[in-house]
């Protein structure tokens, strides 16, 4: 039995400053990541001129409603797709000259759904190298606000980016959305901006946000429930039992919704309001499953994959493709490395176990791309599978910097 203490959400602490810096009055945020990413999310809203204080367990952000206090300012992303995404809307209701410019993995994610809404509300927004990819500049001028549509099908993120700009316009947003994969992440983001002072309404395929503003609060941060599923994958695999206190029955990640999987698989699971552990049964069965709305999770799954008794095939997750890397061919790459059979279409990926009396290739190094995901997710794969090694260990350090030596701590206590 082991109790896991995870990190905080990327997703809410990249949301959390955001809100902090567009709300009237000094925000608290309450054990945010401290992580690559949001560091560098922070360091932007430095760049652009806000304050923000940070403690080891809280950092405190003085919000401007009124936009960035630099009139210019020439921010660097990072690998950070909330920090390349957000913070152009954020600029844009403010007033100066912006640039910004991200590291070439983050360049070769796409952004044009976003910049085209941008720019159809009236931002002068111009990419400066590849059309619909950073680095690109912003001359901000305020946002009137009004209608707008949004094509939503490769990132839940150009969605949010848009409802959180909201209510930094004169009028108002009426998004039309198009399509939308990752559904729970823009319910995150409604819900916390409900505990910022606004109230998002929807009608159908339209949100409907309201000018005016946030108001400033005190927010704690939850555990990152995708970060979560390599310790819960774990137990599953292992007939072990792990705990992660703070995200129960009340937690805002959709992500959390992969234990389901693992119950469906064999394992027990249970959820309470502030905790929920998963319990290994020896059993892991095979399964389809639809994880359009949990893709970040779906690296987990095809890496616990090859110890089910049967194939295991995961559906709609075409968006997978534009992540931090191709993650489903990664996925497949590496488990073929290990001896793994996998088939792949464009949306979908089939693992078939291991043979009876075989186990993965020992000894592989797995191919990262950069990709935390990748590691972390193989990382599982490694309990029962000795000597698997990472070109690119460090890459962790995006979101779970400690990563490495809290899963070498849990695998003490798991059973062998």
């Not at 690998?79 to 410019?101: I, K, N, Q």
């Not at 616990?304 to 061919?329: H, M, Q, W, Y």
């Amino acid at each position: 039995m082991a109790d896991v203490q995870i990190p905080g959400s990327k997703s809410i602490t990249a949301r959390a400053l955001f809100l902090a810096a567009a709300a009237d009055g000094v925000t608290t945020l309450v054990r945010p990541l401290r992580s690559d990413d949001s560091e560098g999310f922070a360091e932007g809203l430095v760049g652009l001129g806000y304050r923000v204080g940070r403690t080891p367990g809280a950092w405190q952000i003085d919000g401007r409603p009124q936009g960035p206090a630099a009139p210019e300012a020439d921010i660097y992303c990072r690998d950070g797709a909330t920090t390349s995404r957000f913070l152009p809307a954020l600029v844009a209701a403010g007033h100066g000259t912006y640039r910004f410019d991200a590291s070439p993995q983050m360049r070769r994610r796409p952004l044009a759904p976003l910049t085209r809404a941008l720019r159809d509300l009236g931002v002068d927004l111009r990419h400066e190298e590849a059309e619909g990819h950073h680095p690109l500049s912003i001359q901000a001028a305020g946002v009137e606000g009004g209608d707008v549509t949004l094509d939503a099908s490769e990132s839940s993120q150009y969605l949010t980016a848009l409802l959180l700009l909201g209510p930094l316009t004169r009028k108002g947003l009426r998004i039309h959305v198009t399509d939308l994969v990752s559904a729970p992440y823009v319910e995150i983001t409604i819900a916390m901006m409900r505990a910022f002072g606004v109230e998002v309404h929807r009608e159908g395929a339209v949100f409907v946000v309201p000018p005016g503003g946030y108001r400033a609060t005190t927010y704690a941060v939850e555990p990152d429930a995708s970060t979560a599923s390599y310790f819960f994958a774990a137990a599953a695999l292992t007939g072990g039992e792990v705990t992660v206190p703070g995200l129960g029955t009340g937690a805002l990640q959709g992500d959390l919704a992969f234990v389901d999987v693992l119950r469906r698989m064999g394992a027990r699971v249970e959820t309470t309001a502030d905790r929920t552990t998963v319990t290994g049964t020896g059993e892991l069965r095979g399964l389809t499953v639809n994880m359009r709305d949990i893709s970040d999770t779906m690296p987990t799954l095809a890496a616990l994959a090859p110890f089910a008794s049967g194939p295991v095939r995961i559906e709609d997750v075409a968006n997978t493709r534009v992540k931090e890397c191709d993650r489903l061919e990664a996925c497949a790459e590496n488990l073929r490395r290990l001896g793994v059979r996998v088939e792949t279409g464009p949306d979908w990926i089939e693992i078939h176990p291991c043979p009876p009396g075989t186990a993965p290739a020992q000894g592989t190094d797995i191919k990262t791309y950069g990709d935390h995901r990748i590691v972390m997710s193989f990382a599982v794969t490694g309990l029962r599978t000795p000597g698997i090694t990472f070109d690119d260990p460090g890459c962790v350090r995006k979101t779970f910097p400690g990563f490495h030596e809290a899963f070498a701590e849990l695998s003490t206590e798991l059973p062998r």
